[in-house]
């Protein structure tokens, strides 16, 4: 999350073997990390919030552990992937079945999570099946290990992972956790909504009223944080996400564009040859998005709704597969 840089952990447990067939396996043993910049980072850590420095050394540099498979995960993510095939993860008959079931299971705090956020019971229930397949998949990684071996040996996106670890530590002071427990997928995302540590700490609700801000055992406060989340990134009540559209001539290939936010709008498609099976107003904010296929591609005009899909997880086809598998969801139920 942007807070909301994260990825779902079900994407990973579900293509783990796909992606890393025929890649050979480190065989490296040897911690790359740099234990003065670990004892560094514990020092500011005292500095800033008031921990124990030697507490975190002996957390970081003797309990938490490098994981070479973490490097391996972050450098082949499921987005990569063409369309077609991410697609086919997530639009199967179980999970859309499984997503009505939890939805009959949960119906009062998906009802409640509306009237106080505007945001409909399947799209709650969509994100929680793509990330952890409706609780039942949340990784198999110590969240202390992932963000401990990111932190310090990808340097990538090391200064993001540090303030993962951070906000981690922080977190688990504030919620009264043990560093050492929490499970959760390789990039140190948790829980059943699969929450990186800064948007637990930002966007985690007590929804069920028990003084605690439970994501990993309280289905109330996974589906509640769900459904804040949404809304403080902009979800428009009853507004649309995404419609399929067509194409003709060639002007519309200007409008190809890598970033995510609605820039264009829905006029200026029509007028480049874009057409969409929907009435939409001429002046809302609109982007054109192109996904591949086995045997072509296809176009979709996507909507501020649609990109507050992608604050959770910054990629389109992550937002589209969320989308269908909700609008799966919604009719298998009715």
């Not at 579900?14 to 480190?26: K, V």
């Not at 911690?31 to 124990?52: K, Q």
């Amino acid at each position: 999350m942007k807070p909301a840089i994260r990825s779902a952990a079900l994407v990973v447990l579900a293509l783990a073997a796909a992606l890393t067939s025929g890649c050979a396996a480190s065989t490296t043993t040897q911690d790359p990390a740099d234990p003065a910049a670990i004892r560094a980072f514990a020092d500011e850590m005292a500095e800033r919030h008031g921990m124990n420095a030697q507490q975190l050394r002996t957390l970081l540099i003797e309990e938490a552990s490098h994981q070479p498979d973490i490097i391996d995960a972050i450098s082949n993510p499921a987005e990569a992937l063409p369309w077609h095939r991410y697609r086919g993860i997530f639009l199967t008959r179980e999970r859309i079945d499984g997503g009505v079931a939890y939805w009959d299971e949960h119906s009062q705090w998906l009802a409640k999570v509306e009237a106080r956020y505007g945001v409909p019971p399947h799209m709650v229930v969509a994100i929680i099946g793509i990330e952890t397949y409706y609780g039942r998949y949340r990784g198999r990684h110590r969240v202390l290990d992932a963000l401990r071996t990111l932190a310090f040996a990808y340097p990538p996106r090391a200064d993001f992972f540090r303030s993962e670890l951070e906000a981690f530590l922080q977190l688990t002071r504030e919620e009264s956790i043990d560093p050492t427990a929490p499970l959760g997928s390789y990039a140190g995302a948790m829980g059943v909504p699969q929450f990186i540590s800064s948007s637990y700490r930002a966007y985690a609700v007590d929804f069920n009223g028990d003084g605690r801000r439970d994501l990993f055992n309280q289905p109330a406060d996974a589906i509640g944080s769900v459904g804040r989340y949404f809304a403080d990134h902009g979800w428009q009540p009853g507004a649309p996400v995404a419609v399929r559209a067509q194409t003709r001539g060639d002007a519309w290939r200007a409008y190809r564009r890598d970033d995510l936010k609605p820039r264009d709008r829905v006029a200026e498609l029509r007028a480049a040859g874009v057409e969409t099976t929907a009435n939409l107003a001429g002046g809302q904010p609109a982007r054109l998005l192109e996904l591949g296929l086995e045997d072509g591609v296809e176009h979709w005009v996507t909507l501020e709704n649609f990109y507050v899909i992608t604050r959770y997880n910054h990629s389109p086809l992550y937002a589209m597969a969320v989308w269908q598998l909700a609008e799966a969801i919604r009719e298998a139920r009715q």
